[in-house]
């Protein structure tokens, strides 16, 4: 039933009966699969990716790389568990190679990207290092392109 995953990571907005119709399965079995995701935390919420760039909401979104000592016995979930229960942080990635953790956060201005790395996560007892990288435009998202131009398919009429 992977497909009923992937067909809803592409569109959360589908209804079941849409769903069946599309893998040529009954209803009430797409709807059981999709309880049971839920049940058990395949499913965990449904999010709607939204452009900010075209509304008035001033943010700033920002990729923060951080070395981390990790924990004895605790490996470095403890470490990235402090992190990610900040309301800043919109996402935190255990990586490999230079760095170990990537930390997502949005914030309101620039300064306040800078003060909670400054007063939040860099005096974690954990942390030995950040560097921040500030998003300065969107491309794609979750598989979504931003911006698409529309494409004119108009062919040129010589006369």
């Known amino acids: 039933m992977e ?3 992937e067909i809803l990571e592409k569109n959360s907005r589908l209804t079941p009966e849409e769903i069946a119709v599309m893998l040529g399965k009954n209803v009430n079995e797409v709807k059981d699969a999709i309880d049971y995701f839920e049940k058990h935390k395949i499913i965990l919420g449904y ?22 000592t990790p924990q004895r016995g605790e490996g470095f979930d403890k470490v990235a568990e402090r992190i990610y229960k900040f309301p800043e942080v919109k996402s935190c ?12 956060i949005e914030g ?19 942390v030995l290092s950040t560097a921040t990288h500030f998003v300065l435009k969107k491309y794609k998202a979750e598989g979504t392109i931003f911006d698409l ?11």
């Not at 990635?93 to 997502?104: K, R």
């Not at 309101?108 to 974690?124: G, S």
């Not at 131009?149 to 006369?159: I, Q």
């Open 3 to 5: 497909e009923i995953l």
């Open 47 to 68: 999010n709607t990716l939204i452009n900010w760039e075209k509304t008035s909401k001033e943010s700033v979104t920002a990729l923060i790389e951080v070395k981390v």
């Open 93 to 104: 990635y255990l990586m490999s190679g230079g760095f170990d953790l990537t930390v997502i």
């Open 108 to 126: 309101k201005t620039m300064k306040e990207v800078a003060l909670f790395v400054a007063e939040k996560l860099a005096p974690l007892e954990s």
């Open 149 to 159: 131009k529309d494409k004119d398919d108009r062919e040129a009429v010589v006369l």
